[in-house]
């Protein structure tokens, strides 16, 4: 494993032993009954766990690797935790004797069963740090192993709504495309030059729009001037019939939403709203921004849901509308709206969505 992050285990397992070897410490203080000694004894612990649980460590991140160690390894280790308790036991008390300037016995004296008992106590204790640092570290792996699940689930998921978004967005152009394209069929019989005028409008259109329509997101500055290019083009169909007018506050030009969001609705409101209406009418474009939500209106003063719906035409139900809302619901769930209401002549669509996050960031 790589120096920093080896050191960084290491001294972390270091913390762990350090904890154990205290606890040790005034475990055998307290079954001694001898709690004057507790300072003493807390010196001699701390100098032969760490000791012991150093060799210990070094040897399950060096040799023994969790993710590699196998079944029989494990006596391997077992050996090399009893040799270790028996060192780290032994270089432990001439550690501590030194900085407490106490009498150790000889080699030779050694050998007693009350430091037997000791170095099996050692051992004990070298059991229990190795199990406390392997659950951490499996814990450890498991976390890690579901965040990265989860990471690549969410870019799944997010590939899911691009493609999704992709294909709503793509029953919106041969919509409006097929609704252009018949009415200048129309025109091109009727009134020529008119329809040159018209197929002008179409690819200044198709111009401000088909770019943006391939990416994730665009500027509300972009969507305005292609909703202005739109109405223009419809403008040249309609003629005197049509007006209408586009609010957009400069401190929300540069703010990101889904292309081609407010084309179906402008489209809805002159096809079903103004166009059936012997005077036609205004459509009007507003954006707004208000507690942390962006509001997206588009409203026109033609015949209004009830005589549309009379007329044989379906505004709650059409393309747009539908199209729309689901665009909405796959980028921002519940947090998003589409209302479709009657004005007190003509018909409102108002769109709300998160402002902060208006939009999915290109790949």
């Not at 106590?121 to 792996?141: A, K, N, P, Q």
Request: aromatic fraction near 6%.
């Amino acid at each position: 494993m790589p120096a920093p992050s080896f050191l960084r285990r290491f001294l972390a397992d270091l913390r762990v032993g350090l904890v154990v070897s205290l606890v040790a410490g005034v475990m055998i203080t307290l079954a001694n009954g001898q709690p004057q000694m507790l300072h003493g004894q807390l010196v001699y612990s701390v100098c032969i766990g760490l000791i012991a649980f150093s060799i210990v460590d070094l040897a399950r991140l060096l040799v023994w690797p969790a993710s590699e160690r196998r079944a029989h390894q494990w006596l391997a280790f077992l050996g090399v935790m009893l040799a270790a308790a028996a060192l780290g036991h032994f270089s432990g008390m001439h550690i501590g004797a030194a900085v407490l300037h106490d009498r150790l016995p000889t080699l030779a004296e050694y050998p007693s069963i009350g430091r037997v008992s000791m170095i099996l106590f050692t051992f004990l204790g070298m059991c229990t740090m190795v199990l406390i640092v392997e659950y951490r570290d499996r814990s450890v792996r498991i976390r890690r192993e579901h965040e990265e699940a989860r990471l690549r689930a969410e870019v799944v998921e997010r590939q899911a709504v691009q493609a999704q978004l992709r294909l709503l967005q793509a029953q919106i152009e041969p919509h409006m495309l097929f609704n252009t394209l018949a009415n200048l069929q129309g025109l091109i019989a009727l009134d020529p030059e008119r329809a040159g005028v018209m197929l002008d409008g179409l690819i200044q259109f198709l111009r401000a729009t088909l770019g943006a329509s391939r990416l994730d997101s665009t500027t509300l500055e972009a969507e305005f001037t292609a909703m202005q290019a739109y109405l223009g083009l419809m403008g040249v169909r309609m003629g005197e019939r049509l007006a209408y007018r586009l609010e957009l506050p400069p401190d929300l030009r540069t703010v990101r939403v889904p292309p081609l969001l407010l084309q179906p609705l402008v489209e809805n409101a002159i096809v079903h709203g103004l166009e059936p209406s012997i005077d036609g009418g205004e459509v009007c474009i507003q954006a707004e921004a208000q507690d942390g939500l962006l509001t997206l209106t588009v409203s026109d003063n033609g015949l209004g849901l009830q005589q549309s719906a009379q007329a044989g035409s379906h505004r709650g139900g059409g393309v747009g509308i539908h199209t729309t809302r689901e665009r909405l619901q796959v980028l921002y769930g519940e947090r998003a709206s589409v209302e479709l209401t009657p004005a007190r002549q003509g018909t409102v669509v108002q769109l709300r969505f998160p402002l902060e996050a208006s939009c999915m960031s290109a790949p």
